[in-house]
Nanobody, 125 residues
C-alpha cells in the first residue's frame, strides 16, 4: 500500500496562488490514478481534479476548471495541484488520493483506496 503526505496548504488572500504537493512512498505512485479532493466544513468531500498514471489525461470539477492544474512527476513519486485565482469558496481541507483499481479517471471518493491526511487551504476575502 502506498503512503501519501500532502503539503503546501496555507492561508492566502483571494486572487492568490498555492501549489499543493503529494509525496508518495512505499510503492510507485505511477501504479495509481491520482486525485485531489477537498472537504469544506459541514460539506461532503468532493473531487477537485484527477490525473492518470502517465499524466496525459486530466479531470477537473467545474468549480476549478481553468484555475487549477493537476500534474505529476513519477520520477519523484509526487503529484501536484497548482491553484490560481483562489476564491474564498476554495477554503477546505485538501486530500490527495490514489486509485489502484482502474486506469481511467474516476470521480467518486469510494474508488480511491489510498489517502493522505489532508492539508488546510484557507482563502481570505
Amino acid at each position: 500500500q502506498v503512503q501519501l503526505v500532502e503539503s503546501g496548504g496555507a492561508l492566502v488572500q483571494a486572487g492568490g496562488s498555492l501549489r499543493l504537493s503529494c509525496a508518495a512512498s512505499g510503492r510507485p505512485f505511477s501504479d495509481y490514478v491520482a486525485g485531489w479532493f477537498r472537504q469544506a466544513p459541514g460539506k461532503e468531500r468532493r473531487i477537485v481534479a484527477a490525473i492518470n498514471w502517465s499524466g496525459t489525461q486530466m479531470y477537473y470539477s467545474d468549480s476549478v476548471k481553468g484555475r487549477f492544474t493537476i500534474s505529476r512527476d513519477n520520477a519523484k513519486n509526487t503529484v501536484y495541484l497548482q491553484m490560481n485565482s483562489l476564491k474564498p469558496e476554495d477554503t477546505a481541507v485538501y486530500y490527495c488520493a490514489g486509485d489502484s483499481g482502474a486506469t481511467w479517471l474516476r470521480v467518486s471518493e469510494y474508488a480511491y483506496d489510498a489517502w493522505g491526511q489532508g492539508t488546510q487551504v484557507t482563502v481570505s476575502s
